[in-house]
């Protein structure tokens, strides 16, 4: 599976963006996709997922009233609203991939996200 994102910019606090990852290959084995960020000097964290079955989304606390997750499975692509930014939300976000029962093992390249205050 091949994950390729796009959508990442600078903004600035308040605005809103939304990311894409598009999907190709064995799309048929996902059972579930990812975004995830990475902020300089932090660890990686999930943002928000969903069930590529039924679209069941989750989110953290941390994010949940200002990110969406949603996908559009005729085009193979999984997206992530992103509102109300803040300066904190500022990190490269990843797009993933989980086949069932198994971890996040299918990643893209990353679309930087960079928010001013």
């Known amino acids: 599976v091949q994950l390729v994102e796009s959508g990442g910019g600078l903004v600035q606090a308040g605005d809103s963006l939304t990311l894409s990852c598009a999907a190709s290959?064995?799309?048929?084995?996902?059972?579930?996709m990812g975004w995830f960020r990475q902020a300089p000097g932090k660890e990686r964290e999930l943002v928000a997922s969903i069930t590529w079955s039924d679209g069941r989304p989750s989110y953290p606390d941390s994010v949940r009233g200002r990110f969406t997750i949603s996908k559009n499975s005729a085009k193979n692509t999984v997206y992530l609203q992103l509102n109300s930014l803040k300066p904190e939300d500022t990190a490269v976000y990843y797009c993933?991939?989980?086949?069932?029962?198994?971890?996040?093992?299918?990643w893209g390249q990353g679309t930087l996200v960079t928010v001013s205050s």
């Open positions: 290959g064995r799309t048929f084995s996902v059972y579930g």
């Open positions: 993933a991939a989980a086949r069932l029962n198994r971890p996040y093992d299918y």
